[in-house]
């Protein structure tokens, strides 16, 4: 079990980290280091749900290397990440900020879960109310209809 488990981890940990090939690493070790900051918080537009440090996509790449020019030009890492969201949008940004469009979609999640659950409480206080039918009595009909099958 335990094997298995770092097995697993051997065969998927590497495959992040070649996502960042060894001709866009910057010399400058701070630099690199902000870089690789920024792109964590980046999503790569083609896999969708992976930034672009971890994604091995063409664009991602081509982004990597935009946040690292931009940051040996001396941009701050915050005027680097809205180079980019001027570019691409607010989409490229894994966690947006919580205002305008993105504030439904942050509010969303909550609210259906607050739905569902107050519709499940309904339905258990309903149940709980609820009489049961009384199964043991017969209407004089099915008594009849019984009392014939019975004969047959």
């Known amino acids: 079990m335990i094997r298995a488990l770092v097995l697993s981890l051997a065969l ?3 495959g992040a980290a070649l996502a960042v090939k060894p001709d866009e690493i910057l010399d400058d070790p701070v630099l690199e280091e902000r870089a690789r900051d920024i792109s964590t918080g980046l999503r790569c537009l083609v896999c969708r749900n992976e930034s672009i440090d971890e994604s091995n996509a063409e664009l991602a790449r081509d982004l990597r290397l935009l946040v690292r020019e931009r940051l040996v030009e001396g941009d701050t ?6 180079f980019v969201v001027d570019r691409y949008g607010e989409y490229v940004l894994l966690n947006p900020p919580a205002r305008g469009s993105t504030l439904i979609l942050w509010l969303a999640g909550p609210a259906i879960l607050l739905v569902g659950l107050g519709l499940a409480a309904s339905y258990v206080r309903r149940r709980h109310h609820a009489t049961a039918p009384d199964e043991d009595a017969l209407s004089d009909a099915e008594a009849m209809r019984l009392a014939e099958i019975m004969k047959d």
Do not use: K
Request: no cysteine.
């Open 12 to 14: 998927i940990l590497p």
């Open 77 to 82: 890492d915050e005027e680097v990440i809205e």
